[in-house]
């Protein structure tokens, strides 16, 4: 190993934010509901890009009736109860109370909210991590809305439908977040506790509110594509 001297300030910066990372521990929750065909995938390239990182997915079932749950049991017996954790519900509750539920049972240092129909590609993940260690950030959220931004699998009326969505909550809100509708982000714990205790919000709308609420509150929030 190089003597610390020997090591120039760029190096010891980076080994630095590596010890950083691997210190601290990131929850993962997924709302799943009939993704049978797509979990698997989604596990396998979550382990694929976060090997640098400790992390533990969360994976909140609404009673699916496709056999999602024990293609989840598999994968638990692959990479471990510890790594992913099932936390199952009878049906459809609603995807606010879904991170919710997920938030419950999580141990990490940070929250990572996404979905599980591989709209969002987990080797950003690492990308969110390292933006919230640069800025100090308490939210970094995905955006479908600046360069190299998007979404995969969408077609063009989903597209739309968010898309008018997230213009008329600017217009109306006007929250300093360009993407209000989105399921992909990174909260430092403490946020995500504080403004979930303040939603009301049970469906997709709670994607809306807990970004706005933050943005009233004050919390630093910044974006990534």
Not at 36 to 45: D, E, H, K, M, Q
Not at 55 to 61: A, L, N, Q, S, Y
Not at 110 to 123: E, F, N, T
Not at 131 to 153: C, F, L, N, P
Request: charged content about 25%.
């Amino acid at each position: 190993m190089a003597k610390l001297e020997e090591i120039d300030t760029e190096e010891y910066e980076k080994i630095i934010a590596a010890n950083q990372m691997k210190r601290k521990k990131y929850s993962i929750i997924i709302p799943t509901y009939n993704e049978r065909l797509n979990i698997a995938l989604v596990i396998y390239l979550i382990f694929k890009h976060l090997q640098e990182f400790e992390f533990e997915v969360i994976i909140v079932d609404d009673g699916s009736p496709d056999g999602t749950q024990e293609i989840i049991k598999q994968l638990q017996n692959i990479y471990g109860e510890d790594h992913i954790l099932l936390r199952a519900r009878p049906k459809k509750l609603g995807l606010g109370t879904a991170y919710v539920h997920g938030f419950n049972h999580a141990s990490g240092d940070y929250i990572i909210i996404m979905d599980a129909d591989l709209s969002h590609h987990p080797k950003y993940l690492p990308s969110f991590i390292r933006k919230q260690m640069e800025t100090s950030a308490s939210i970094v959220t995905g955006t479908r809305y600046v360069r190299d931004g998007g979404v995969h699998g969408w077609n063009l009326m989903r597209k739309l439908t968010s898309r008018g969505a997230n213009v008329l909550a600017q217009t109306l809100l006007w929250p300093g977040v360009s993407d209000l509708t989105g399921s992909f982000r990174l909260y430092e714990r403490s946020a995500f506790e504080d403004v979930i205790s303040s939603c009301v919000s049970k469906g997709y709308v709670f994607q809306m509110e807990i970004i706005v609420r933050a943005s009233r509150k004050g919390y630093h929030i910044e974006e990534a594509g």
